[in-house]
C-alpha cells in the first residue's frame, strides 16, 4: 500500500500555524493580513473557489473582501478597480480570479495588480525573480505540490522528476523551482508535454512524477516505476450515473493502477487541492510582512 500524501491534514497544519503565529503578531500590534479576492461576472466555479479561500482566511483570522464586478466590467473599469485595491494601505493581498470573461486580456490584467501584492505570484516582476533564484512569492499550486514532497520526508534533491504539463500556473514555475538551488530544488527535472515522445518511457525513469495535464486518469499503471512519488495535480469531472452531482473527481493519474506501483501518492481530491487555498494564506502573511516590515 502506497503512503497517502494527504493534503487536508496537512493544509489544516498550516493553517493551524498561521493562525498561532497571527496571534503572536497581533499581541505585538502588527497588522491583521487583509486579502482582496476579485471576480468578474458569476462564473460559478470562481464564486465557489472565492468562498473557499474567504473560510480559510476567516479560518485563521485573516481580513477577506469578496469584491465582485458584473460580467460587463470593461477593461478600463477593472483596471480603475485594481488600482483602488492596489492604493489601499490596508489590504495586503489582491488576486484577480481567473478565468474572466473572454472581452478582458487577463496577461495584461496580472500586470495591473501590485507586484508587492500579487499573492498569486502571476506578475511578471514575481515571475522574473522566480526564476533568477530570489523569489518573493511562490505560485500556490507549485509550492503545495513541493510542500507536500518535503512534509511526507520525498526531498526531490537530486531525484529525477517528470512534470507533465507546461502551464504557466503549474508545470512551468514547479520546473524552474525544483531545477533551481535550494529549499524543493536541486532535482534532475523533465518537463513533459504534449509533444514529448515516448512519454510513457520518460515517465517510468522518473523517481517523481507530478502531472498536472487536466485529462481524466491519463497516466496509467504501466508507466509507473515500482516505488515512483507521485503527486497528482489534476482535477477532472468524469461522469458517473451513481453519484447524485452525475460526476466524480479524478486526478490525471488512474488512481487504481497507479497505486500499487506507488511508494507515495498525492490522491484525487484530498491531495493537491486543499493544499493550494493553505499556501495562499501563507503568501497572504508574508505580503503582510513585507508592508510591515515583519
Ligand atoms: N483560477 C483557478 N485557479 C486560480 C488561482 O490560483 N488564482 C486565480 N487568481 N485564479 C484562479
Known amino acids: 500500500m502506497a503512503t497517502i500524501l494527504d493534503g487536508k491534514i496537512l493544509s489544516q497544519k498550516i493553517r493551524d500555524d498561521l493562525k498561532k503565529r497571527l496571534e503572536t503578531q497581533k499581541a505585538e500590534g502588527k497588522p491583521t493580513p487583509f486579502l482582496t479576492a476579485m471576480q468578474v461576472g458569476e462564473y460559478l466555479p470562481s464564486t465557489v473557489y472565492i468562498r473557499a479561500k474567504e473560510r480559510a482566511c476567516a479560518e485563521i483570522g485573516f481580513g477577506f473582501k469578496h469584491y465582485k464586478l458584473p460580467e460587463s466590467t470593461t477593461m478600463e473599469d477593472l483596471k480603475a478597480a485594481v488600482t483602488e485595491v492596489n492604493d489601499d494601505p490596508g489590504v495586503h493581498g489582491l488576486l484577480v480570479q481567473s478565468p474572466l470573461p473572454s472581452h478582458l486580456d ?37 509550492a503545495a505540490v513541493i510542500e507536500m514532497l518535503l512534509h511526507y520526508g520525498y526531498n526531490p534533491a537530486g531525484k ?12 512551468r514555475p514547479l520546473a524552474v523551482i525544483m531545477g533551481l538551488k535550494g529549499r524543493g530544488g536541486n532535482a534532475t527535472v523533465t518537463l513533459c508535454h504534449s509533444r514529448t515522445r515516448d512519454l510513457p518511457d520518460v515517465i517510468r525513469k522518473a523517481d517523481i512524477i507530478i502531472p498536472a495535464i487536466g485529462q481524466a486518469e491519463f497516466i496509467r499503471g504501466d508507466w509507473v516505476k515500482k516505488g515512483a512519488v507521485v503527486v497528482d495535480v489534476g482535477i477532472n469531472r468524469l461522469a458517473d450515473s451513481t453519484k447524485k452531482r452525475g460526476y466524480r473527481l479524478v486526478g490525471d493519474v488512474a488512481f487504481a493502477e497507479v497505486e500499487p506501483k506507488a511508494e507515495a501518492i498525492a490522491p484525487v481530491p484530498g491531495g493537491v487541492g486543499p493544499m493550494t487555498v493553505a499556501i495562499l494564506c501563507r503568501n497572504l502573511m508574508h505580503a503582510a510582512g513585507l508592508d510591515a516590515g515583519f
Open 106 to 142: 487577463e496577461i495584461q490584467v496580472q500586470r495591473l495588480v501590485s507586484p508587492l501584492k500579487d499573492v498569486d505570484c502571476f506578475h511578471p516582476e514575481n515571475v522574473g525573480l522566480l526564476y533568477i533564484g530570489e523569489p518573493r512569492f511562490q505560485p500556490c499550486t507549485a
Open 160 to 171: 529525477n522528476v517528470a512534470i507533465v504539463g507546461r502551464s504557466i500556473l503549474v508545470g
